[in-house]
């Protein structure tokens, strides 16, 4: 089985540099043999890489030990769904999870786009020729089916990092690479238009759906990942800026400005150049945060186990994609420029470009703080960490302003906003803006400083605006006789990307009013004998006691303590503190109990020698709602993304 | 001038008024990073800032006084089965009972703090280093593949 696995590699590492070649060639002389031999490689490289895939499952599902790869991250303690799972809990799994990925991507987008003969045969050779490099480091430099000698065999598996045995994490790494990978597509079309010359807004519109399919997937991943932290790792948080976490959120932050940046090239073409700048810079952004979690780079949980030849190969890799990209646009650049000037500083477009360089200060912050410690060290000789508060003192200045563009776009019109234009759209939503902000002085005040209360206020303001939106299309097809249900069904039919759009916002003003509220965040320390009580907040919490673990794989302790509002019980929390016996790895368990309003978090530190236990308490306000905050997020995306019969297929169709 | 040009000037004002802001941050949200005791002594500046300080755990020194909510431990170049010299051990005082779960003697730990006056360690966190199961080391790979384990921040943030 395992046999197959490795040939079947092989000869996909080969169909890619064949098929990248056959569709130079296809490209260059617009040869429809080549190109068809190109579309051909396409298939069957997903096709060998499948039956690649397909073995080193099936070699998690039966435990195959003598496979090392196997035996480094599966055990036979483990339940069957996170064995298969483990698949890419290592190296060299996870590279073929991102090829098999990689080759999905490609054969989808030539299957629905076959008919399109200028671009395909550059498309299939970029998404190949990104193939044959995976491929080249599965061969050759980190195999999935490398045996153990005879000697070195095991009697059973060394298991996976208890830690990841969550069910959270087996969706967060597929949602991360669905993403990541799925930029290829659009940077591969964006590569095509460049190379072939197509240099309209073809290639835009064909890869739309593809885009935001990538973006929704790395935004699920990014969120996921916070998720597990806060109930996995218990340090009370969900986000430090780790560099993994900066990694997929660097490529998020330029993503997220080429699909708002789109909009403008598509209404008003202006923006062509900058457009083909921000895909290419997104993409190489996921294969940049892709080396720096594997290479080793740069100091993190994250990195893998690796080898010099590793790092170097990948950074080639990095360098050369951006390259072809980057130099092919500066020599299109003459033949790109916009056929509009912004008229307006206030119009809807000034608004999307302030947008833009708003992300990309994020970027640069992001991505600077990230790489200071490597920059440091190359200029001092001392490596300075620079941690998690810097970042928190920045980039309020940048997310901040991006939430109010979030409410102020959708009021100002296209090309040039009047006077009596701008009255009449804002003066709702500003409203709703100052009685939030209102609101919140009045209930929070000032212990949290100014930025909770500016947050809050802008939230509301935002919250104004999209209501305002709806309610104003509502009226207005509710006058042609509909009635309110069906006209919100038909707004989100007709206008998907509008007024889904404005979905994904609400989620996004969510997620802000939830990290707003962690300045208000409370963290204590307490020793405890059985019987005594802390309060918190008006919470009252009672320590009962600490009991062993009866479990198989890990052992340890298991705190009961009782919690009260006011006189009534309302929860028993039970933190644990364990140790897995096979990992030698300790972990302590969260016990959370969460309200709309707050989440009391406890950790238990320590059972002391006296029977009195260490406990540590949190109470983390409102950070219930960046949950449903993704939860929001995703509804809107899927509103976006939905197909419809008249605005999805058929009309994407008679655009090609 | 056009348009688009003046939300650039805009932009790249804001941008250098924000690098600024961040340059002048650094000083106080950063820890310089010392792989090991005798490499943060060498160093004159390390006693004026905040730091991270990477060692061992001397065997028998740790004392947790559950009353007084503290944990000294010496810290020593070494690890202590290690055998050979350990060189002058470094006294720490964490004022804290918060210790990360793998925090035992000959731990491999980083302490986090400044250099207190009487040449004690004051520590604002402790931070300990346990084998990553992401994936096994290679023999003979050099870099250490570790992660840090503690309470305060998920494993990892540093290091």
């Given at each position: 089985m395992s046999d197959l696995g490795a040939s079947a590699l092989g000869l996909a590492f080969f169909t890619a540099l064949a098929g990248t070649v056959a569709g130079l060639l296809g490209g260059l002389r617009k040869d429809?043999?080549?190109?068809?031999?190109?579309?051909?490689?396409?298939?069957?490289?997903?096709?060998?890489?499948?039956?690649?895939?397909?073995c080193l499952f099936a070699a998690f599902a039966t435990l195959d030990l003598q496979l090392e790869y196997v035996a480094a991250h599966a055990s036979r303690n483990m339940a069957v769904p996170y064995r298969i799972a483990a698949l890419w809990g290592g190296q060299a799994g996870s590279l073929l999870l991102w090829l098999w990925?990689?080759?999905?991507?490609?054969?989808?987008?030539?299957?629905?786009?076959?008919?399109?003969?200028?671009?395909?045969?550059?498309v299939c050779g970029m998404l190949l020729l990104n193939s044959a490099f995976f491929g080249l480091l599965l061969n050759f430099v980190s195999d999935p089916f490398a045996k153990l000698a005879p000697s070195q065999l095991l009697s059973d598996g060394a298991g996976l990092n208890p830690l990841l045995q969550h069910?959270?994490?087996?969706?967060?790494?597929?949602?991360?690479?669905?993403?990541?990978?799925?930029?290829?597509?659009?940077?591969?079309?964006?590569?095509?238009?460049?190379?072939?010359?197509?240099?309209?807004?073809?290639?835009?519109?064909?890869?739309?759906?593809?885009?935001?399919?990538?973006?929704?997937?790395?935004?699920?991943?990014?969120?996921?990942?916070?998720?597990?932290?806060?109930?996995?790792?218990?340090?009370?948080?969900?986000?430090?800026?780790?560099?993994?976490?900066?990694?997929?959120?660097?490529?998020?932050?330029?993503?997220?400005?080429?699909?708002?940046?789109?909009?403008?090239?598509?209404?008003?073409?202006?923006?062509?150049?900058?457009?083909?700048?921000?895909?290419?810079?997104t993409y190489t952004l996921c294969l940049f945060g892709t080396m720096l979690t594997r290479s080793g780079l740069v100091r993190s949980v994250h990195a893998f186990a690796q080898t010099e030849i590793f790092g170097i190969l990948f950074l080639g890799y990095v360098v050369t994609i951006a390259a072809l990209f980057f130099s092919l646009l500066i020599w299109r650049a003459p033949e790109l420029r916009a056929r509009h000037q912004l008229e307006s500083v206030l119009s809807r477009e000034a608004g999307f470009v302030v947008n833009n360089w708003l992300f990309l200060a994020f970027l640069?912050?992001?991505?600077?703080?990230?790489?200071?410690?490597?920059?440091?060290?190359?200029?001092?000789?001392?490596?300075?960490?620079?941690?998690?508060?810097?970042?928190?003192?920045?980039?309020g200045f940048v997310a901040l302003p991006l939430l109010l563009l979030t409410g102020i776009g959708p009021l100002i019109a296209w090309r040039r906003a009047s006077g009596s234009n701008l009255r009449r759209q804002f003066l709702w939503p500003a409203g709703a803006g100052l009685v939030a902000g209102g609101l919140a002085g009045a209930l929070a005040g000032l212990r949290g400083g100014v930025f909770p209360l500016l947050v809050w206020s802008?939230?509301?303001?935002?919250?104004?605006?999209?209501?305002?939106?709806?309610?104003?299309?509502?009226?207005?097809?509710?006058?042609?006789?509909?009635?309110?249900?069906?006209?919100?069904?038909?707004?989100?039919?007709?206008?998907?990307?509008?007024?889904?759009?404005?979905?994904?916002?609400?989620?996004?003003?969510?997620?802000?009013?939830?990290?707003?509220g962690a300045a208000f965040n409370e963290e204590r320390l307490e020793n405890m004998s059985p019987g005594d009580t802390?309060?918190?907040?008006?919470?009252?919490?009672?320590?009962?006691?600490?009991?062993?673990?009866?479990?198989?794989?890990?052992?340890?302790?298991?705190?009961?303590?009782a919690l009260y509002e006011g006189d009534r019980g309302v929860a028993t929390l039970t933190p644990e503190r364990r140790v897995y016996w096979l990992e030698q790895q300790p972990a302590s368990i969260p016990s959370v109990y969460s309200t709309l309003n707050e989440d009391l978090y406890v950790i238990l530190?320590?059972?002391?020698?006296?029977?009195?236990?260490?406990?540590?308490l949190y109470r983390n306000p409102l950070v219930n709602w960046i949950w449903i905050g993704g939860y929001t997020f995703v509804l809107g995306t899927l509103l976006i993304m939905w197909p419809h019969p008249t605005a999805g297929g058929r009309s994407r169709s008679a655009e090609e | 001038m056009s348009k688009g040009v003046q939300i650039a000037i805009g932009g790249a004002l804001v941008v250098l008024l924000l690098g600024w802001y961040g340059a002048s941050q650094v000083a106080e949200t950063s820890f310089a990073y010392y792989q090991t005791l005798e490499e943060?002594?060498?160093?004159?500046?390390?006693?004026?800032?905040?730091?991270?300080?990477?060692?061992?755990?001397?065997?028998?020194?740790?004392?947790?006084?559950?009353?007084?909510?503290?944990?000294?431990?010496?810290?020593?170049?070494?690890?202590?089965?290690?055998?050979?010299?350990?060189?002058?051990?470094?006294?720490?005082?964490?004022?804290?009972?918060?210790?990360?779960?793998?925090?035992?003697?000959?731990?491999?730990?980083?302490?986090?703090?400044?250099?207190?006056?009487?040449?004690?360690?004051?520590?604002?966190?402790?931070?300990?280093?346990?084998?990553?199961?992401?994936?096994?080391v290679e023999p003979g790979d050099e870099r250490s593949n570790t992660a840090v384990s503690e309470g305060r921040e998920p494993p990892g943030t540093s290091s």
């Amino acid at each position: 089985m395992s046999d197959l696995g490795a040939s079947a590699l092989g000869l996909a590492f080969f169909t890619a540099l064949a098929g990248t070649v056959a569709g130079l060639l296809g490209g260059l002389r617009k040869d429809p043999t080549w190109a068809s031999v190109a579309r051909r490689a396409v298939h069957i490289h997903f096709a060998l890489v499948t039956i690649a895939i397909a073995c080193l499952f099936a070699a998690f599902a039966t435990l195959d030990l003598q496979l090392e790869y196997v035996a480094a991250h599966a055990s036979r303690n483990m339940a069957v769904p996170y064995r298969i799972a483990a698949l890419w809990g290592g190296q060299a799994g996870s590279l073929l999870l991102w090829l098999w990925m990689l080759a999905g991507y490609g054969t989808a987008a030539v299957l629905v786009n076959r008919r399109n003969s200028g671009l395909l045969p550059w498309v299939c050779g970029m998404l190949l020729l990104n193939s044959a490099f995976f491929g080249l480091l599965l061969n050759f430099v980190s195999d999935p089916f490398a045996k153990l000698a005879p000697s070195q065999l095991l009697s059973d598996g060394a298991g996976l990092n208890p830690l990841l045995q969550h069910p959270v994490m087996m969706v967060h790494p597929l949602g991360l690479y669905l993403g990541l990978v799925g930029f290829a597509v659009p940077f591969a079309f964006a590569f095509a238009a460049m190379a072939s010359g197509e240099l309209g807004t073809a290639w835009m519109r064909t890869t739309r759906r593809w885009t935001l399919w990538a973006w929704f997937f790395l935004s699920l991943g990014i969120m996921l990942g916070g998720r597990w932290a806060y109930e996995v790792l218990g340090w009370g948080g969900y986000w430090a800026w780790d560099p993994v976490e900066n990694a997929s959120f660097m490529p998020w932050l330029a993503g997220t400005a080429y699909l708002h940046s789109v909009m403008v090239q598509e209404k008003r073409d202006m923006l062509k150049i900058w457009n083909l700048l921000l895909i290419g810079l997104t993409y190489t952004l996921c294969l940049f945060g892709t080396m720096l979690t594997r290479s080793g780079l740069v100091r993190s949980v994250h990195a893998f186990a690796q080898t010099e030849i590793f790092g170097i190969l990948f950074l080639g890799y990095v360098v050369t994609i951006a390259a072809l990209f980057f130099s092919l646009l500066i020599w299109r650049a003459p033949e790109l420029r916009a056929r509009h000037q912004l008229e307006s500083v206030l119009s809807r477009e000034a608004g999307f470009v302030v947008n833009n360089w708003l992300f990309l200060a994020f970027l640069g912050i992001v991505f600077w703080g990230t790489l200071f410690p490597k920059v440091s060290e190359w200029l001092t000789g001392t490596e300075v960490l620079i941690g998690p508060a810097w970042f928190n003192s920045l980039v309020g200045f940048v997310a901040l302003p991006l939430l109010l563009l979030t409410g102020i776009g959708p009021l100002i019109a296209w090309r040039r906003a009047s006077g009596s234009n701008l009255r009449r759209q804002f003066l709702w939503p500003a409203g709703a803006g100052l009685v939030a902000g209102g609101l919140a002085g009045a209930l929070a005040g000032l212990r949290g400083g100014v930025f909770p209360l500016l947050v809050w206020s802008v939230s509301g303001f935002v919250v104004g605006t999209i209501v305002q939106e709806y309610v104003r299309a509502v009226r207005a097809r509710m006058r042609h006789g509909e009635n309110p249900v069906t006209a919100v069904a038909t707004l989100l039919r007709k206008n998907q990307r509008r007024y889904g759009g404005y979905i994904v916002h609400l989620g996004v003003v969510f997620i802000f009013i939830g990290i707003a509220g962690a300045a208000f965040n409370e963290e204590r320390l307490e020793n405890m004998s059985p019987g005594d009580t802390v309060t918190m907040n008006g919470y009252r919490l009672e320590y009962k006691t600490a009991l062993p673990i009866p479990a198989q794989h890990y052992g340890g302790a298991v705190a009961r303590l009782a919690l009260y509002e006011g006189d009534r019980g309302v929860a028993t929390l039970t933190p644990e503190r364990r140790v897995y016996w096979l990992e030698q790895q300790p972990a302590s368990i969260p016990s959370v109990y969460s309200t709309l309003n707050e989440d009391l978090y406890v950790i238990l530190t320590a059972v002391e020698p006296d029977g009195s236990a260490t406990v540590k308490l949190y109470r983390n306000p409102l950070v219930n709602w960046i949950w449903i905050g993704g939860y929001t997020f995703v509804l809107g995306t899927l509103l976006i993304m939905w197909p419809h019969p008249t605005a999805g297929g058929r009309s994407r169709s008679a655009e090609e | 001038m056009s348009k688009g040009v003046q939300i650039a000037i805009g932009g790249a004002l804001v941008v250098l008024l924000l690098g600024w802001y961040g340059a002048s941050q650094v000083a106080e949200t950063s820890f310089a990073y010392y792989q090991t005791l005798e490499e943060f002594r060498a160093h004159p500046e390390a006693a004026t800032r905040a730091v991270r300080v990477h060692g061992y755990v001397a065997a028998g020194s740790i004392e947790r006084d559950v009353e007084a909510r503290q944990v000294s431990f010496s810290v020593q170049e070494t690890p202590p089965h290690a055998g050979g010299a350990t060189g002058t051990p470094m006294h720490v005082v964490y004022a804290s009972l918060e210790t990360p779960d793998l925090f035992k003697d000959g731990a491999e730990v980083v302490v986090e703090g400044r250099l207190g006056a009487t040449g004690t360690f004051d520590a604002t966190n402790v931070l300990a280093k346990c084998p990553s199961k992401f994936e096994g080391v290679e023999p003979g790979d050099e870099r250490s593949n570790t992660a840090v384990s503690e309470g305060r921040e998920p494993p990892g943030t540093s290091s």
